[in-house]
């Protein structure tokens, strides 16, 4: 299993390593061998052409779906991740594409849904307000007027900045947001990506799901591409042009170098 | 929402970065971040005219109601205390019962049994205290009543969680088992012929006085200062919490007026059960069941709005895969609302068994549950799931009264009442369909 450490990055160790993960769902194999690293203080991009595994990777990390073979290194040391609240005590947070929200909970019961506050029993509001505005504030996210309004008045902007917010409230370490700018309009996908940035500056983890490249090139310190399960390779984001990520994203390799052997297993 | 991010500093006043967006105006409920007494009017109304217009159409329905009632009842006398008390214990029923549908309604599921199983629990509660068969102290019994009613909507609620079977099926079957469980258990009743409560008995007594007893005028007014007292501190107190934590916090007069309009409505309400209602003799003070049905509304509400397994149930309302992302127990919540819903059902059917002063097998299990769907969509519980009060189930119930009650003193048919209940259940699924309607497509406008 160890021999698969090939591509580590070897600055530092990074905060979450994925070793040799399988996945398989009757038969069909949805991940195959899969090596990621995820290190803190960095944007790493998950990119692949639909049914690559995306989805199914990131929901063995957020501990959605069991693993069949492989393991998790968390800051170095070997952690199961079973279920989503093993998860969420290592300190991973998923920031979902959609159906994270309740529409008719408000900003605050949002961000606190099932973590809620309480004093002798009852929901503790007042406490939970100021929290939650104090982490707005802190990831300026300052558009909203008031923080008591529900959640089905906001902007799609707005709510994936809630969903961030709800995210990193759990001092979280490792934030994977799920195709945060799907659906957003120029502006907001710019309010998304520099609330990204924030992020990785306040030194945690990110993982970003996406498709769309712009965003990949403007956000990412890193990329990993994945190919029919498989994950063919992770670099700093500069080692790759637009041209390189697609062929790596339709072929599974390079056609001059190594895209054959992608192809045969 | 059109501003860049980096343009707003951390402490900016939120209305600096809204002047370069005016939609996001728009878009915020006013009444949030008002401050003064003329800015919650102002909110109030623009909220209204959006179509979010909370209590007020049933606020709006009531009046009609006893204006055209009062207006065309035979010697005005649907205004009299005796029809007006008469009013609140035909009423009662149907509150509890709304109250115990909107935990299936706010869960976003129907329960189309309460009526029957409702009336299981009543019958086995009035069973259990012939003095002449088991003859069990009264609160024994209720406990026991409760408890299958509770045992009930458990089984329901597995059924509906587990097996992710339709509530709508399960319950109809529900219905049709509680309707035959019922009959069942009446024909235990002693001897022959089915129970009733009257007697001798003490605790055929007291089941009989949860809608009959009456309360001493002098403690009445007592027990409504009590209240109202508590109330209104409870009330003061957080918002004054909120003022001196630097949170928004309405206005202290705001505080004050709904503080006063709730002590008005309790002084109404004493002063009208404290006139003499009896023809002959004594008949004066607060029926029992008004502070049953406030009691059972206070706890209902405290358990929604303030603790956690409350938010979890508008949260699943809302929306389910949100919730259980969080890490909700939906299976739990569910099975638990289902049983919460069933015993609360009982405790309706209790007062009604109470109000006939026994059982017998004329109980409309299928109509009483049409009048808790109705009353509380009435009140402004939405059909679709996370919306909803369980004063909107009294509020509802009371239209519901006073519509039937109106109509006995009229003379008008059963026929003639079930057809304008049923126009108004639909009157009020509308109202909840086109305001649901209206709100969505907001959402998508603004995106």
Redesign the interface.
């Known amino acids: 299993m160890t021999a698969a450490v090939a591509r580590a990055s070897a600055k530092a160790e990074p905060l979450l390593q994925v070793r040799e993960l399988d996945k398989h769902f009757g038969p069909v194999q949805a991940l195959y061998h899969v090596n990621l690293d995820l290190p803190a203080g960095k944007v790493t991009a998950l990119v692949g052409d639909n049914g690559a595994g995306k989805s199914v990777l990131t929901k063995c990390i957020s501990g959605v779906y069991q693993v069949d073979h492989g393991q998790f290194l968390w800051e170095g040391k070997e952690a199961h991740i079973r279920s ?2 093993d998860a ?1 005590r290592l300190g991973i947070e ?1 920031v ?1 594409q959609d ?7 408000d900003i605050v ?2 961000m606190f ?4 506050r ?1 004093r002798s ?3 503790d509001e ?1 406490n939970m ?2 929290a939650a505005a104090e982490t707005l ?2 990831l ?7 923080i ?3 959640v ?7 709510r994936q900045s809630i969903a961030v917010a709800k995210a990193v409230m759990w001092n979280s370490k490792l934030v994977i947001m799920d195709e945060p700018t799907a ?1 957003l ?1 120029v ?2 996908t ?2 998304v990506l ?2 990204t940035r924030r992020l990785r500056d306040r030194g945690l983890a990110v993982m970003v799901i996406s498709h769309n490249l712009n965003d990949v090139f403007e956000v990412a310190d890193r990329i990993a591409v994945m190919y029919l399960g498989r994950l063919v390779i992770q670099e700093d984001a500069s080692t790759f042009d637009r041209q390189s990520v697609v062929e790596y994203m339709t072929t599974g390799g390079l056609s001059r170098s190594d895209g054959r052997r992608a192809r045969e297993n | ?6 343009k ?1 500093e ?1 402490t ?1 006043a ?1 209305d600096v ?2 002047t370069a ?1 005016p939609d ?2 728009a ?3 006013p009444a ?2 008002a401050q003064s007494l003329g800015e919650y009017v102002r909110a109030w109304v623009s909220r209204i005219s959006a179509g979010e217009s909370g209590v007020l159409p049933v606020v709006v329905a009531m009046v009609a109601i006893v204006v055209v009632f009062w207006t065309i009842s035979p010697n005005h006398v649907f205004l009299s205390a005796v029809n007006l008390v008469n009013l609140f214990q035909q009423s009662a029923v149907i509150m509890v019962l709304a109250m115990a549908e909107g935990f299936a309604l706010v869960l976003g599921e129907i329960d189309l049994s309460v009526g029957f199983v409702g009336a299981c629990g009543a019958a086995i509660t009035v069973q259990l205290v012939q003095p002449l068969t088991t003859n069990w102290p009264w609160w024994a019994a209720i406990i026991a009543g409760l408890g299958f009613c509770a045992a009930f909507g458990a089984i329901q609620g597995t059924l509906i969680t587990r097996l992710r079977l339709p509530s709508f099926i399960v319950t109809l079957a529900g219905f049709l088992i509680a309707n035959g469980l019922f009959l069942i258990i009446l024909a235990f009743g002693p001897f022959s012929g089915y129970p009733n409560l009257q007697g001798f008995s003490n605790n055929l007594k007291i089941v009989y006085n949860l809608m009959w007893g009456t309360i001493d005028p002098t403690i009445s007014w007592v027990l409504a200062a009590v209240v109202v007292a508590g109330v209104g501190f409870s009330m003061w107190l957080s918002d004054h ?2 003022r001196t ?4 916090a309405p206005p202290a007069s705001l505080t004050f007026i709904k503080i006063g309009l709730i002590a008005a409505v309790a002084i109404v309400v004493v002063a009208i059960c404290n006139t003499n209602r009896a023809v002959f003799g004594v008949l004066e003070g607060v029926p029992w069941v008004i502070p049953i049905v406030l009691a059972v509304l206070g706890a209902w509400t ?1 358990l929604l709005q ?3 397994y409350g ?1 979890y149930v ?2 699943i ?3 389910p ?3 259980r ?4 127990d939906l299976a739990v919540v569910r099975t638990v609302g289902f049983a919460l819903c069933s015993m609360t059902a009982g405790m309706g059917m209790m007062l009604y068994a109470s109000l006939l002063g026994g059982m017998n097998n004329n109980v409309q299990g299928g109509q009483y549950v049409l009048f808790a769907v109705a009353a509380a969509v009435i009140g402004g519980t939405s059909l679709m799931g ?2 909803g009060k369980p004063l909107h189930g009294v509020l509802g119930g009371l239209v519901i009264g006073g519509i039937y009650n109106g109509m006995y003193l009229q003379g008008y048919s059963f026929e003639a009442q079930y057809i304008v209940t049923g126009l108004v259940l639909l009157g009020a699924v509308t109202i909840d369909a086109l305001s649901r309607r209206g ?1 969505t497509s907001g ?1 998508v406008s ?2």
């Open positions: 989503t609240r969420a998923t979902y159906l994270a929200l309740a529409d008719n909970l019961q949002n849904l099932g973590r809620e309480t029993g009852l929901l007042d307000e100021r504030a802190g300026r996210v300052t558009t909203v007027r008031s008591r309004q529900p089905a008045s906001l902007s799609g902007g707005q659906a309009g502006v907001q710019k309010q520099d609330l | 929402m059109a501003d860049a991010p980096e707003t951390l900016t939120p970065d809204l967006v996001v105006v878009e915020v409920p949030l971040v919490r909120r934590s630097g949170l928004v405290i303030r603790t956690k938010r508008y949260a309302g809302g929306n895969e949100a919730a992302r969080a890490g909700v996370g919306r709100a959402s603004r995106i």
